[in-house]
């Protein structure tokens, strides 16, 4: 079987010889299990968790946990059913049918990220911090990544970029208040300050996506020529720079713009139609090309 096909199943990939049914499995008191500490989910559906652990009250656990011994020989890392462990203890279970499969740490952080993303638990903001995380501690890249778990590369980039909105977009994104096509346009605004009270009216007026990045690619636009009126204004409030901007203009015979940076800064010079760039072409290269 080839590597790609076996990606694409997912945990069986990663940990193939803990999938199969013929798998042996040992009852282990969960006092002795310590969770996953690369566990992506922060939150749990109560609810969910209730009805799981009413069918293990009455059916059992019907699906093996998966540990991984530690050094202490007495104790093990959950690295598989972090739902089935909860609900167990809900039902009043002292332990749990349970695989032993030695699993590093990584593998660990792989493996949760995608028994969350196949049952769909995981929120945006989640799925991207879990991302992040794999590309920061194991060196992936993006493309090292979606084949690794069976994603496709623009999605795992769409889905981290998310993560430079500001803290309360996240939040509502994390609260499903807003969906990442809704939140995703707010990224071609620079002022988190706009792009929060942005989030705020596409989630007030009940915005689709594309009418979301309608919105924002406006507010982007005024934004821009807001930042370039101010640059002209701070042109106009330094008489040198005003002088040297025009001195440059009567010289080349075109509209020139300076925009000063912090360090440095941009000579801008406009041209109109094709024979105008030409004689610039000539003005600034006397010697041709």
């Known amino acids: 079987m080839s590597e790609k096909k076996r990606l694409g199943k997912g945990l069986g990939a990663l940990i193939p010889e803990v999938m199969e049914s013929s798998v042996e499995t040992s009852e282990i008191s969960l006092e002795r299990i310590k969770p996953n500490p690369f566990q992506p989910r922060s939150e749990f559906n109560d609810e969910k968790l209730k009805e799981l652990a009413a069918s293990i009250r009455e059916h059992g656990v019907l699906q093996a946990v998966v540990v991984s011994p530690e050094e202490d020989g007495d104790s093990f ?6 739902r089935r462990c909860r609900a167990a203890r809900l039902a009043g279970l002292s332990a749990v049918p349970a695989v032993v499969k030695p699993v590093d740490r990584k593998t660990m952080l792989e ?8 049952r769909e638990d995981l929120n945006p903001v ?3 911090m879990a991302y992040r995380r794999l590309m920061q501690e194991y060196n992936y890249t993006q493309e090292e990544l979606a084949h690794r778990i069976g994603r ?10 998310l993560l430079s909105l500001p803290d309360k977009v996240l939040e509502s994104l994390a609260r499903h208040e807003m969906t990442p096509g809704q939140a995703r346009p707010l990224l071609a605004i620079s002022d988190p300050d706009k792009q929060q009270e942005t989030a705020t009216l596409i989630m007030q007026k009940g915005l689709s996506a594309r009418e979301a990045e309608k919105m924002a690619t406006n507010i982007s636009a005024r934004g821009d020529k807001k930042k370039e009126e101010d640059r002209d204004q701070e042109i106009e409030n330094d008489p040198l720079q005003a002088e040297i901007q025009l001195q440059i203009q009567r010289s080349l015979g075109t509209k020139v713009r300076i925009r000063p940076g912090k360090n440095g800064g941009i000579i801008e010079i406009f041209y109109y139609g094709e024979e105008d760039l030409e004689r610039l072409v000539s003005k600034l290269l006397p010697e041709g090309i």
């Open 77 to 82: 890392t959950l690295v598989v059913g972090e």
């Open 111 to 118: 493996v949760a990220l995608i028994e969350n993303l196949q």
């Open 126 to 128: 989640e799925e991207a």
């Open 152 to 161: 496709s590369r623009p999605s795992i980039a769409n889905s981290v970029r």
